[in-house]
Structure formats: structure tokens, C-alpha cells
């Protein structure tokens, strides 16, 4: 199932919203920044819509999302890929996993579990699921570490910074991890530029890619944008949808905040087409306001 990139240095990169809702300016700064990264490569630059619970979805934010891109310039190569059709291939990936026993039930109530789970029903039998459970997938390495572009050398180690969790849900639903790899390896992937919120994901994902026999990206996390009371930009906070019609000014000040030159442009395009050639990772400021581990 792994999809090797046609040379042995094409870059491939991606996007991946998820449609809770229109893009605001720290998604748009995410797409801004792993756009610059792909065509300062020559590489290519996918867009992906992680649309794997409806519950906290909006129908309208796929279309939202894709004008919004479009009118910012961040024109993506490909076919858009929608996760809810990729239901079949978790699917497999959760097969492959059970036959190599990394998967087992875990009947613990979402408030019981800390944010590091222990493996408390590791013991567990995949034969006795009498009772609602979720599968959860066990990381094997008692450490794992990555060279971060930005960060340098981060590790994590198991049962302190990572834990085993959950691939399928107890509502049924695809839990975000498996399908990320899933489609990260099926995509030939080998750059992950996102924000440094998703930085507790890398180990995670770093056991799965090997568990699939997939080879991990090169990884990149950029600061978040905070609101002005230190929080995180989110949907979920109402932050301001970054509107097309200052698309000008919002791509200026998404290559201000990731300290990236634009001297020139006053159309999207002509900005973005300078600032792919001044692109350097290594004048995104350090990491602002989330917790590191290492
Ligand atoms: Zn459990």
C-alpha cells in the first residue's frame, strides 16, 4: 500500500483541514507556511479534508475552505483527498494492525483516562468485546524522537510524554492518528509543516508509520497563532474567518508572522511567487506559548 514518490528526492507536502468551519488566520498561516515549504522545493503541495466527524463538521466549510484557498493564491496539485472516502482503507490498516497484535479493546470511560494512557486494558482480548469499548493501538518503543527542521532533536518516552490511544472510536467513528498515516504514506507524503499544537501527534504517528511499514516525513512545527488572551486560535474559540477580501493583507501578515520577506507584490500571486523564493524555515520565529517536551 506504500506509494513511493516518483524521485528519490520529490518533495511532497499537504494541507489538511479539518471543516469545523472557514479557515481563520492560524489555519491560514499552517497553509501559507506548508505552501511556501512545497514550492521552494519544486514540490508538490496536496490538500486533504480530514472529514471524519460529522458531529463537529459544517456541511458548508469544505466549499468555504477551498474559496478561501483559491482566493489566497494556495492552489493545491491533484484531486482534493476527503477522508470520509477513505473509510475502507482504515479499515485494512486496522486488519493489518490486529494480525500483528498492536490493537486491543479498551472499555475506560473517556474522564477516567489521563492524557497519558498507561495501558490499562492492554490485557484486554480483541475475542471479548461484550461491552462498549474503542481500540486503542500500543506503541512498542519506549522512545521515539524526530529531528524537527525548526526544533531540532525532540523525544518522547513512553508512559511520560506518549501513550497508547485510540484508533476507533467507541461511537465507531475513525479516531484522527491511524487516518492521518494512513493517507500520509497512500499520498507518499515526506514533509509535515503544521503547527507546533500537533507536536504531541508526531510520536504517535511515528509508531503507527512504522507499524504500516511506512517511511515517517520529514517534520517541521511552526508556531501557532494565539489570541490576544494567550489562547490558541480555533474554531471552536470563534476565531475570525479570514475573509477573501483582504487576501492581500491576510497573506502579508501570515509571512510577518512567519518572519518571512515580501517586499514586493501587491496581487496574491505575486506575493506568494517572491516570498517562494526568500522562503527560509529557519527565520520562523521559536515556538511561542505551547508546552515542549523533550
Ligand atoms: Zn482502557
Known amino acids: ?27 491560514l498561516v499552517a497553509a501559507v507556511a506548508s505552501y511556501l515549504d512545497a514550492r521552494s522545493h519544486q514540490g508538490s503541495w496536496l490538500l486533504r479534508i480530514d472529514d471524519l466527524d460529522p458531529a463537529r463538521e459544517s456541511s ?42 498492536r490493537l486491543y479493546p479498551c472499555t ?3 474522564k477516567d483516562t489521563p492524557r497519558i494512557y498507561a495501558g490499562h486494558c492492554l490485557t484486554n482480548s480483541l475475542q471479548d468485546l461484550s461491552q462498549p469499548h474503542a481500540i486503542r ?12 527542521r525548526l526544533l ?18 467507541k461511537d465507531g467513528l475513525n479516531a484522527y492518528q491511524l487516518a492521518v498515516v494512513v493517507d500520509d504514506i497512500y499520498q507518499g ?3 509535515v509543516l503544521r503547527g507546533a499544537d500537533l507536536i504531541h501527534s508526531t510520536p504517535l504517528q511515528l509508531s503507527l508509520f512504522k507499524a504500516l511499514n511506512g517511511t515517517p516525513p520529514r517534520y517541521c ?20 474567518t479570514v475573509s477573501s477580501k483582504s487576501a492581500v493583507d491576510n ?33 520562523v520565529p521559536p515556538l511561542r506559548g505551547i508546552s515542549e517536551k523533550t
Not at 514586493?264 to 527560509?280: F, I, P
Request: aromatic share 8%; glycine share 6%.
Open 1 to 27: 500500500m506504500t506509494k513511493v514518490p516518483e524521485a528519490k528526492d520529490a518533495y511532497i507536502g499537504r494541507f489538511a483541514p479539518s471543516p469545523s468551519g472557514p479557515l481563520h488566520f492560524g489555519s
Open 60 to 101: 458548508t466549510a469544505p466549499a468555504e475552505i477551498v474559496d478561501q484557498l483559491l482566493q489566497h493564491g494556495l492552489v493545491w496539485d491533484g484531486d482534493i483527498l476527503f477522508q470520509s472516502s477513505r473509510l475502507a482503507n482504515y479499515q485494512q490498516a486496522r486488519k493489518q494492525l490486529t494480525a500483528d497484535n
Open 108 to 110: 475506560c470511560s473517556r
Open 137 to 148: 493501538f500500543h506503541i512498542k518503543e519506549p522512545k521515539l524522537e524526530i529531528h524537527d
Open 152 to 169: 531540532g532533536p525532540i523525544k518522547w518516552r513512553q508512559q511520560l510524554d506518549m501513550g497508547d490511544f485510540i484508533v476507533l472510536r
Open 189 to 191: 507524503i515526506t514533509d
Open 221 to 240: 512545527h511552526v508556531p501557532v497563532v494565539l489570541a490576544a488572551d494567550g489562547r490558541k486560535l480555533s474554531k471552536q474559540a470563534f476565531a475570525e
Open 251 to 283: 497573506i502579508r501578515n501570515a509571512l510577518d508572522f512567519l518572519g518571512q520577506k515580501h517586499t514586493k507584490g501587491h496581487s496574491v500571486n505575486e506575493l506568494l511567487e517572491s516570498a517562494t523564493r526568500s522562503w527560509n524555515v529557519q527565520a
